[in-house]
C-alpha cells in the first residue's frame, strides 16, 4: 500500500469508493425533467434512471463478493470503477432514453460492486475496535455525498445540461481508478491454488446463509436501512405537502438529519477507538429508532404540527442509523472473515432490498393522512431490527465478538 491504511487519505478514498451510490443517485436528482425533456418523455418516466440504477446496484454485488473472495479486492474494485466510469461516459452521450436506461443499469452495478467491495476491504485490513472505528469513519465521508451532491447537480445545470452531471461523474471515477491503480495493493491474501467456479460461488453463498450470526447482522442492518429509507422517500411528501414548508426550508432538513447520521457514525468510531465494545452502541441505536419511531407515529396520528419537535424525532430516528450500521456490519463479518466478500455482497442485495420494499410502501400505501404510511414504515422497519437483535443476537453476542477477538 503506497497509501498507509491508518491515513486519513486511505479513509477518504474509501469513504469516495462507498459514496459512488450516492454521487450516481442524488447528483442527478435535479436533472429529471431536463433529461425527460431532452428526450421527449415526461419527468416520472425519466425517474426509471433512477430505478433502473437500484436494480444494477441491488443485483451485482451478490455475484461479485464471492470473485473479490477467490482473487482479491484490488481486480474487483479497479473492474467495478471501470464500468462505473465507462457507463457515466455513455451516458452523458446518451442518444435516446432507452439507451440511457441501460447505461444506468450498468452504471449502479459498478457503484454497488465498488462499495460492498470497499467494506470487505476493511474487514481485510482492520479487526475488532479498530475495523469497527474504521467502518464507522468511511460511513461519516460517505454521508457527506447525499448533503452536497443535488446542489453540486444544480449548479451542473446552471453551467450546462443533464449531460454535464455524468461527465462529472465519469472525472469522478477516472479519479479513483487512476489513484487505486497507482496507489493501492491488495488487501486479501489471495489463495493462489483457489478456483473460481459457480460451484464454489454456492458454496460461499451456502455457507453465509447457514451462519446465523451473518444472517442475523445482515437482518438488523438491513431493518434499519430500511426505516431509514422510509423517512428517505417519505419525508418531503410531509413536510411540504401535509406541513406546508418550502423545498428550501425542507432542504434544510434533510441537511439537519443527514448530519444527525455523520455525527452518530463518527461518535460511534471514536467509541470504537477508546474500546467501548459494540453492543452498547448498537443496542443504544436500535432503542433510538424504535423510541423515535413510535413518537412520530403518535404526533402524525394526534395531527401534531410543531415542526421543531417533528424535526428532532426525525433526527433522533436518522442518527440511530450511524450507531447501527457500522456495528451490524462488522459482526455480520465476524463469523466468516475468509468470506467478507461474499458477506458484504449479501449484506448489500439485502439492505437495498428492504430499502425499496419500504420505500415502494411508503409512497404507494395511502393511509388517509401525509406521512402515516413514512412513520409506519419507520416503525416496522426498526421494530424487525429490535427483535433480530433482542431475541437473535444478544443471546449469541459472545459467539460474534469472541470471535473477533481472537483475530
Not at 459512488?20 to 426509471?48: K, Q
Not at 474487514?123 to 467502518?135: E, N
Not at 434544510?252 to 461518535?267: E, K
Request: proline residues 4%; contains cysteine.
Amino acid at each position: 500500500m503506497h497509501i498507509k491504511p491508518e491515513s486519513i487519505a486511505f479513509t477518504a478514498l474509501l469513504g469516495m469508493l462507498v459514496a459512488l451510490p450516492s454521487f450516481g443517485i442524488d447528483m442527478n436528482l435535479p436533472a429529471l425533467t431536463s433529461i425527460g425533456a431532452s428526450f421527449g418523455a415526461t419527468a416520472e418516466r425519466a425517474g426509471l434512471t433512477m430505478s433502473l440504477f437500484m436494480v444494477g446496484f441491488a443485483v451485482a454485488p451478490p455475484f461479485c463478493g464471492p470473485v473479490s473472495d477467490r482473487i482479491g479486492r484490488k481486480p474487483i474494485v479497479l473492474a467495478a470503477v471501470g464500468v462505473f466510469t465507462a457507463a457515466s461516459i455513455g451516458c452523458s452521450v446518451s442518444s435516446s432514453l432507452p439507451m440511457l436506461l441501460a447505461l444506468r443499469v450498468l452504471q449502479g452495478m459498478g457503484a454497488g460492486v465498488a462499495m460492498t467491495t470497499a467494506f470487505a476491504i476493511v474487514q481485510d485490513l482492520f479487526t475488532g475496535a479498530a475495523g469497527r472505528a474504521k467502518l464507522s469513519y468511511v460511513a461519516t465521508l460517505m454521508l457527506v455525498i447525499p448533503m452536497v451532491a443535488p446542489a453540486v447537480g444544480s449548479a451542473m445545470l446552471a453551467w450546462g445540461d443533464w449531460r454535464s452531471i455524468f461527465g462529472l461523474l465519469a472525472g469522478v471515477g477516472t479519479f479513483l481508478l487512476a489513484t487505486f491503480w497507482v496507489f493501492f495493493g491488495e488487501s486479501l491474501r489471495v489463495d493462489e491454488g483457489a478456483q473460481l467456479d459457480l460451484a464454489g460461488v454456492l458454496r460461499a453463498y451456502r455457507e453465509v446463509s447457514r451462519s446465523p450470526i451473518c444472517m442475523t447482522y445482515i437482518l438488523i442492518n438491513s431493518a434499519s436501512f430500511a426505516a431509514l429509507f422510509a423517512y428517505v422517500s417519505g419525508s418531503s411528501i410531509f413536510f411540504i405537502n401535509a406541513l406546508g414548508l418550502s423545498r428550501g426550508q425542507y432542504s434544510a432538513i434533510f441537511a439537519t438529519t443527514s448530519l444527525g447520521i455523520m455525527a452518530s457514525a463518527f461518535l460511534n468510531g471514536k467509541l470504537s477507538s477508546r474500546g467501548v465494545s459494540p453492543i452498547y452502541p448498537l443496542t443504544i441505536g436500535v432503542i433510538m429508532a424504535v423510541c423515535s419511531a413510535a413518537l412520530l407515529l403518535l404526533a402524525v396520528l394526534e395531527g401534531w404540527s410543531s415542526v421543531p419537535c417533528l424535526v428532532a424525532m426525525c433526527f433522533v430516528a436518522s442518527a440511530a442509523f450511524g450507531l447501527i450500521a457500522p456495528n451490524a456490519l462488522h459482526a455480520a463479518m465476524q463469523p466468516l472473515p475468509h468470506l467478507a466478500g461474499s458477506v458484504s455482497g449479501v449484506g448489500g442485495f439485502f439492505q437495498v432490498l428492504a430499502g425499496s420494499a419500504i420505500s415502494a410502501f411508503v409512497v404507494s400505501v395511502n393511509l388517509g393522512t401525509h406521512g402515516l404510511s413514512m412513520a409506519v414504515g419507520m416503525l416496522l422497519s426498526s421494530l424487525a431490527a429490535a427483535v433480530a437483535l433482542f431475541c437473535l443476537a444478544l443471546p449469541a453476542r459472545n459467539l460474534a465478538w469472541n470471535g473477533d477477538q481472537a483475530r
